[in-house]
């Protein structure tokens, strides 16, 4: 009964007698990770974005930047998508996101992300199931096409 001994586990301030916690099921977000692909400037893929390629489960790219995706990423993550269909790859995105709650997927679009249509419209499909980080300006360049001395 309440007071016959020492108040081993004090209520806490503003909670009901008795009152349990339930929490809903855990929901793990994932990441949507939009990186620009092209000429760049320096000639080099910046680091982070290489990175982020790497520890992706997926890559989402319209046909005009796989083949320098395909340079940094193996070809059974890369997907292409219809870059001129928004509602379509957004679908896509979003789709493949319920199938793989938590997952990593990177969104490659021809310069910077910020400026593609299909990103954005992915992006703000999504809601706030999934967490959006955007690089901004190009990250991934084509390797150089010069044989090596």
Do not use: K, N
């Amino acid at each position: 009964m309440a007071g016959d001994g020492p108040d081993l586990f004090p209520r806490r301030r503003g909670g009901l007698p008795g009152a349990r916690c339930h929490r809903g099921p855990r929901t793990r977000t994932g990441t949507l990770i939009g990186l620009g692909v092209g000429p760049g400037e320096s000639g080099t893929p910046a680091s982070g974005a290489v990175d982020r390629l790497a520890a992706a489960e997926v890559v989402f790219v319209p046909g005009d930047t796989e083949a320098t995706v395909l340079f940094y990423a193996e070809a059974w993550r890369v997907e292409r998508i219809d870059g001129s269909d928004a509602a379509a790859a957004a679908r896509r995105v979003a789709d493949w996101f319920a199938a793989h709650p938590g997952g990593t997927a990177v969104f490659a679009t021809a310069g910077d992300p910020g400026d593609s249509r299909p990103f954005a419209v992915a992006a703000r499909g999504l809601g706030r199931a999934v967490r959006v980080q955007r690089l901004p300006g190009v990250t991934i360049v084509p390797p150089r096409r010069l044989p090596l001395a």
